[in-house]
Nanobody
Framework: QVQLVESGGGAVQAGGSLTLSCAAS????????MGWFRQAPGKERTFVAA????????FYADSAKGPFTISRDNAKNTAYLQMNSLIPEDTALYYC????????????????WGRGTQVTVSS
């Protein structure tokens, strides 16, 4: 089992920045690729970004390219999502997820999930 706990969400104005953290415990963190997803009210959970087990490669949804940066620190068992230039459309519950495989875009491929952290962007 891998336990994931997100933090760092909050309320910001448009144009602001937030850094989300995902702290992992339970198993060897570096054995898992990590992903970030988000779910707005009334909408499906969608892919935001993913990173390989070593952190050497990343992949982003088109909406996240540029303003968002995914990273990880395997020594700290933590993944991050740096979000800049936030817009109201970024308002959602943000989840991190772990997969014991290569990084993927489909949420159904992920093995473990956190409970999410809320991000609210006001105009």
């Amino acid at each position: 089992q891998v336990q994931l706990v997100e933090s760092g969400g909050g309320a910001v104005q448009a144009g602001g920045s937030l850094t989300l953290s995902c702290a992992a415990s339970g198993r060897t963190f570096s054995n898992y690729a990590m992903g970030w997803f988000r779910q707005a009210p009334g909408k499906e959970r969608t892919f935001v970004a993913a990173i390989t087990r070593s952190g050497g490669n990343t992949f982003y949804a088109d909406s996240a390219k540029g303003p968002f940066t995914i990273s990880r620190d395997n020594a700290k068992n933590t993944a991050y999502l740096q979000m800049n230039s936030l817009i109201p459309e970024d308002t959602a519950l943000y989840y991190c997820a772990a997969i014991a495989s290569v990084m993927r875009q489909r949420r159904y491929d992920y093995d473990y999930w956190g409970r999410g952290t809320q991000v609210t962007v006001s105009s």
